[in-house]
């Protein structure tokens, strides 16, 4: 499992979830416990979703790219 989900990323996670979890406690509702699901993908970095879609906000990774003068991998 490679992390797809970026510093930035984790941040807005995070502030969501808690959001999320506060409404839904103000408003004593259920609906709070989805406030999880981002506080969860933040914290292990890894997003199922953004695995469906061939999306990562995380560090690039050149691993398929030799290493060279043109090349930016650092292996």
């Given at each position: 499992?490679?992390?797809?989900?970026?510093?930035?990323?984790?941040?807005?996670?995070?502030?969501?979830?808690?959001?999320?979890?506060?409404?839904?406690?103000?408003?004593?509702?259920?609906?709070g416990a989805?406030?999880?699901?981002?506080?969860?993908?933040?914290?292990?970095?890894?997003?199922?979703?953004?695995?469906?879609?061939?999306?990562?906000?995380?560090?690039?990774?050149?691993?398929?790219?030799?290493?060279?003068?043109?090349?930016?991998?650092?292996?």
């Amino acid at each position: 499992m490679q992390k797809n989900v970026g510093q930035i990323d984790k941040i807005i996670r995070i502030v969501i979830g808690i959001a999320v979890i506060v409404v839904g406690v103000i408003n004593q509702s259920w609906w709070g416990a989805v406030g999880i699901v981002p506080l969860l993908t933040a914290t292990i970095g890894f997003c199922p979703l953004y695995t469906l879609l061939k999306i990562s906000t995380g560090e690039s990774c050149c691993c398929n790219e030799k290493p060279g003068k043109n090349s930016s991998c650092k292996l």
